[in-house]
């Protein structure tokens, strides 16, 4: 009922700049919370950013004063703007929202989008 879209992934140097964008469609009534989180090969998927409807954000310790999240609450987007990437960066990216619905009653559910690769190397 809810899909989720990641684009904006690529190969980067260190130091470089990259900015994700996931679109949430469906027959969604708002999305309260929406973010990014990371896996990396033989690692636990973790946090990077989230943002909730009224713009509180949430960031990883390891991505502060480097990654942004932002979001355009009219057009169910949310936003990763990555600044200074390190090597350490490299992962796949997944989109993640908390979905309120309404279909004749009120519900809310989990989605992810299907991941987006983020390589940084020189």
């Known amino acids: 009922q809810v899909q989720l879209v990641e684009s904006g992934g690529g190969l980067v140097q260190p130091g470089g700049s990259l900015r994700l964008s996931c679109a949430a469609s469906?027959?969604?009534?708002?999305?309260?919370?929406m973010g990014w989180y990371r896996q990396a090969p033989g690692k636990e998927r973790e946090l990077v950013a989230t943002?909730?409807?009224?713009?509180?954000?949430n960031h990883a310790d390891s991505v502060k004063g480097r990654f942004i999240v932002s979001r355009d609450n009219a057009k169910n987007m949310v936003y990763l703007q990555m600044n200074s990437l390190k090597p350490e960066d490299t992962s796949v990216y997944y989109c993640?929202?908390?979905?309120?619905?309404?279909?004749?009653?009120?519900?809310?559910?989990?989605?992810w989008g299907q991941g987006t690769q983020v390589t940084v190397s020189s």
């Open positions: 469906g027959r969604i009534f708002n999305i309260p919370t």
């Open positions: 993640n929202a908390r979905v309120r619905m309404y279909i004749n009653e009120f519900s809310s559910s989990n989605y």
């Open positions: 943002m909730t409807i009224s713009g509180t954000t």
